[in-house]
């Protein structure tokens, strides 16, 4: 019987984390939808798990009204970024015009690297590069093995795969093989677009940057990758202001340079932006897998 609860209590949940609260963004408003969001995420314990667990990664503490307003924004991203997926499915183009505002760098004009974290809601970058004049493919692990028996969030993610290769107008790109991928999609005149915040564990080769204050592990391949062809590099990051809910797109082009300076360049660009807005980075949860020192043979 209490196997029984706790599955009708998961599919419960994930049929409102992963369909019935994003998918209101296909028939709000997005002002008001994100309103609606912002007033759930700060009385419902959305995402509690995940929530949890990044808050007992921060350092110092949070405790009392201070965890409570950083919880209340992790959920907050947790769901604006969910809700993009049905949200770009439903809009065009011209919301971007409407909702996001760019910092910084243009994109370049030729076939190039873009880089970031798991940061914010980024799946409007895709869009906005694809406006620009040339296809992006985003390159992902295989997601298949992380979700076990739980069917509602995968066919979630099958979705948000979907929509970014439609976003991009280009196919996905899998690693585990990926790396003639990337070039051929170079050569072919298409962006490719990475997140490098992946544990060492999950990594072939890593190598060792400063990170929150303390040391982390980085996959410097796709940066070398940049070299070895001579396509720019550029990172970006896509948080959103709280209050209103436009998005904020921020691009740097990175210098040329070494691989290992380049990518000291990319972390501490991002680390920059989680430093503007904490909660805005996913992967806090998985914080001390990034600071497990890597496997013989990966650096």
């Excluded at 009385?43 to 503490?61: G, I, M, V």
């Excluded at 280009?170 to 544990?199: K, S």
Aim: with cysteine.
């Amino acid at each position: 019987m209490d196997n029984v609860r706790r599955r009708l209590a998961a599919f419960i949940r994930d049929t409102l984390e992963w369909w019935l609260l994003p998918g209101l963004a296909v028939l709000l408003p997005w002002p008001l939808c994100f309103r609606a969001y912002a007033w759930l995420c700060a009385r419902q314990p959305l995402f509690e798990e995940k929530t949890r667990a990044a808050l007992a990664q921060l350092e110092p503490p949070l405790a009392g009204d201070a965890a409570r307003r950083w919880a209340a924004h992790f959920r907050l991203v947790q769901l604006v970024d969910r809700a993009d997926t049905f949200l770009a499915l439903s809009r065009g183009d011209r919301w971007l015009d409407r909702h996001v505002r760019r910092h910084g760098d243009d994109w370049p004009t030729v076939p190039f690297i873009a880089l970031s974290f798991h940061y914010g809601a980024g799946l409007w970058c895709l869009r906005d590069i694809a406006r620009s004049g040339r296809r992006a493919a985003f390159l992902s692990i295989r997601f298949e093995r992380f979700f076990g028996g739980a069917w509602l969030q995968y066919r979630g993610a099958c979705l948000r795969i979907r929509e970014v290769e439609r976003a991009g107008r280009a196919p996905v790109i899998y690693t585990g093989g990926g790396r003639q991928a990337v070039r051929e999609a170079l050569e072919a005149g298409t962006a490719v677009v990475g997140l490098i915040d992946v544990p060492a564990a999950l990594s072939k080769q890593v190598i060792e940057q400063p990170f929150l204050g303390a040391v982390a592990w980085f996959p410097p391949g796709l940066i070398a990758l940049a070299g070895e062809l001579r396509v720019p590099l550029v990172a970006y990051a896509m948080g959103f202001d709280p209050v209103s809910g436009k998005r904020e797109l921020v691009v740097r082009r990175i210098a040329e340079g070494a691989p290992a300076a380049q990518l000291a360049e990319v972390v501490g660009f991002l680390e920059q932006e989680i430093g503007r807005n904490p909660p805005a980075w996913h992967n806090w949860p998985e914080l001390r897998a990034f600071r497990t020192p890597p496997a013989s043979g990966q650096t």
